[in-house]
């Protein structure tokens, strides 16, 4: 099974509602060839992992005392999480298309396109306006810096104007 925090959604759990019992398996442990005998209770309410318990009776009392408000924090924070990465996704989505647009009025520039319609200048007086910054366009490897800017964190209202 992967990483789970309290409040992540457990999809994988055979049960919706529960305790689920597992046994904690150790690296050195592993490589001592002595196996882990350590049992874990995950407490399991409504697929949400609610807690992790050593002793069953804990993990029993856990899930009877799960207050509903838990439930609308963990929602809570899902929320602000697909949120933030929805916007990351599409702010890189963005960033590498306006790249691809520099890079072919680039070469339509290099080729003697000529550019002279109103429509067509217009256009590029758009993408000036709202392109990537000189910043990224000069940087070494463009596309790092594309990336870089989309990384968790990176996200201010000064890197995406929209």
């Not at 647009?101 to 709202?130: I, M, N, Q, V």
Request: glycine share 6%.
């Amino acid at each position: 099974m992967g990483e789970y925090t309290i409040g992540s959604i457990v999809s994988a759990a055979p049960v919706l509602t529960g305790i689920l019992k597992e046994t904690l398996w150790c690296s050195v442990c592993h490589k001592a060839e002595k196996p882990a005998e350590s049992p874990v209770f995950w407490v399991i309410w409504h697929s949400i992992l609610a807690a992790v318990e050593q002793d069953a009776g804990r993990a029993e009392a856990r899930l009877a005392a799960i207050d509903r408000l838990d439930l609308i924090g963990w929602l809570d924070q899902a929320q602000r999480e697909a949120r933030n990465w929805r916007q990351r996704y599409f702010g890189l989505l963005r960033d590498v298309e306006k790249w691809r647009d520099h890079l072919a009025e680039k070469a339509a520039s290099a080729g003697g396109e000529d550019d002279a319609s109103t429509e067509g200048k217009r256009r590029t007086a758009l993408r000036r306006l709202w392109g990537l910054s000189e910043e990224i366009l000069a940087a070494p490897d463009p596309l790092a810096a594309i990336i870089e800017r989309n990384q968790p964190g990176q996200d201010t209202e000064e890197s995406h104007p929209w």
